[in-house]
């Protein structure tokens, strides 16, 4: 059974940092991309990060580039998502994704397994 559990979500004021964190378990962890996905409310889903499973190459959508960084510890099977100079817009609910078997771009329908998200918030 796949399951991506994701924690460290919080408040942040402006400016802030907080640092996700993505257990995954159920699947060769090693073996998948990995990627984080958003949705703030009232919006639609948004990718945000990708990390290749060989760890090679980093992907950022531009609203969180420069600012976030996306990691992994395949021996610790788990996923991360720094996230430094947290601006209001990035109030979202954070969702830690599987890449498909075969998937080759970074793209919403490319994830075949979500975990429950953790809600980050970014207020004065």
């Known amino acids: 059974q796949v399951q991506l559990v994701e924690s460290g979500g919080g408040l942040a004021q402006p400016g802030g940092s907080l640092r996700l964190s993505c257990a995954a378990s159920?699947?060769?962890?090693?073996?998948?991309?990995m990627s984080w996905a958003r949705q703030a409310p009232g919006k639609g889903l948004e990718w945000v990060s990708g990390?290749?499973?060989?760890?090679?190459?980093?992907y950022y959508a531009d609203s969180v580039k420069g600012r976030f960084t996306i990691s992994r510890d395949n021996a610790k099977n788990t996923l991360y998502l720094q996230m430094n100079s947290l601006k209001p817009e990035d109030t979202a609910l954070y969702y830690c994704?599987?890449?498909?078997?075969?998937?080759?771009?970074?793209?919403?329908?490319?994830?075949?397994?979500w975990g429950q998200g953790t809600q980050v918030t970014v207020s004065s």
């Open positions: 159920g699947f060769t962890f090693t073996n998948y991309a």
């Open positions: 994704t599987k890449m498909r078997a075969g998937g080759s771009a970074w793209y919403i329908l490319a994830f075949d397994f």
């Open positions: 990390i290749y499973s060989d760890d090679s190459d980093t």
